[in-house]
């Protein structure tokens, strides 16, 4: 990813920053902090354009995580830390059948419009930039000790710069989310790209 990306992606969190917690003008513009501890499911899927064509792969994933939430007005920001995990079976006529597991954290910084709200349903869109690090590899083969590896052993990315798109709605003390995110360099090292593409349904708890 070029400086000017990263130098507008950064100027656009921290102005976001700055708005939400300057000074309120009135009682309405006050602004407020809420935790959100949240569990979810996902699907992951990796584009790989060969040659020959674009070759799918499509893997079932999970993901658990917390972070604060800070509204002002119509306008909030929020940054959720978490623990993914996205799984792979298969089998090969030399190691026979395996199941393959990547571990990975995110920390994405996002920042959107509340378009409706009361005190028990409140409405969000959202878009922004996610930080995905790739940490560990575990492949567990039949009759076998599970093999540790590094990203980089199996030419995966260590680091993915996401852009992520998404709704939620608060009801009560409970939040829905669901979003979409795409990666803007490859998922892999090798001399092909690897497109990244990634769908979350998120059940969280609002303190």
């Known amino acids: 990813m070029s400086m000017r990306k990263l130098f507008l992606i950064s100027l656009f969190t921290l102005a976001s920053l700055l708005?939400?917690?300057?000074?309120?003008?009135?009682?309405a513009q006050q602004s407020?902090?809420?935790?959100?501890?949240?569990?979810?499911?996902?699907?992951?899927?990796?584009?790989?354009m060969l040659e020959s064509g674009r070759e799918r792969d499509l893997f079932g994933?999970?993901?658990?995580?917390?972070?604060?939430?800070?509204?002002?007005?119509?306008?909030?920001?929020?940054?959720l830390f978490s623990f993914n995990r996205w799984y792979f079976e298969g089998a090969n006529p030399t190691f026979g059948g395996f199941k393959t597991q990547v571990n990975s954290f995110e920390l994405p910084f996002l920042g959107g419009y509340i378009p409706y709200k009361n005190?028990?349903?409140?409405?969000?869109?959202?878009?922004?930039?996610?930080?995905?690090?790739?940490?560990?590899i575990i492949v567990n083969r039949e009759g076998e000790s599970s093999l540790r590896l590094r990203p980089k052993d199996d030419n995966l990315a260590v680091y993915q710069a996401l852009?992520?798109?998404?709704?939620?709605?608060?009801?009560?003390?409970?939040?829905?989310?669901?979003?979409?995110s795409i990666s803007m360099n490859s998922a892999t090292t090798t001399s092909y790209r690897t497109g990244y593409h990634?769908?979350?349904?998120?059940?969280a708890y609002v303190f």
């Open 19 to 27: 708005y939400l917690a300057a000074p309120p003008t009135s009682a």
């Open 32 to 48: 407020k902090l809420d935790i959100k501890v949240f569990l979810g499911v996902g699907g992951t899927t990796y584009v790989a």
């Open 61 to 79: 994933s999970w993901q658990i995580g917390f972070g604060p939430r800070l509204r002002r007005g119509k306008a909030f920001f929020e940054a």
């Open 119 to 136: 005190p028990y349903f409140k409405w969000f869109l959202y878009a922004g930039y996610v930080n995905h690090f790739n940490s560990k």
């Open 163 to 180: 852009a992520r798109f998404g709704t939620s709605v608060d009801l009560a003390m409970f939040n829905l989310d669901l979003n979409y």
């Open 198 to 203: 990634q769908v979350q349904f998120n059940l």
